[in-house]
């Protein structure tokens, strides 16, 4: 189980890496200064949320390293998984906070709310309820209880 859950944290830490460079980097534009309030709150949020992100996300390599060897796998492997849980929660708070600075700032329209919440329905979708929609699906009781 260890190496599925790695493989699976390198597409999250790609993933979450690129957007927190990304969010580093505004607050040096000439428009940062240019933005409202509301925005600057929601922009320090989403940097704060990206970087939790990528403590979580990280974490289970950091965990891995410190361990290894020390004969506590299935321990290791249980709170690696939390912690790869808390950092995709995170991620998704991190990538609606973003979506929606962008779009109030490329808008300034009231439908950005509703836009938002489309695309967290879908992220909800694709990343909790398929898989958990499968798991219930094609999960034994037998398979469960080991």
Known sequence: MWGD???EV???QTGVQILFGFLLTVVFTPK???????DQVIYIV???LGAAATGALIGPVSLHRLVSGR???PQMVRWASRLTFVGLILLLATMTAALL???RVATHDGFVPYLVAAVVLWYLL???ALPLWARHRHTSRS????
């Open 143 to 146: 398979d469960a209880a080991r």
């Open 5 to 7: 859950l790695i493989q």
């Open 32 to 38: 940062y200064a240019e933005l409202e309030h509301a």
């Open 126 to 128: 694709c990343w909790f």
């Open 10 to 12: 390198r597409v999250a």
């Open 71 to 73: 004969r506590i796998k």
């Open 46 to 48: 989403t940097v704060v």
């Open 101 to 103: 600075l962008i779009l």
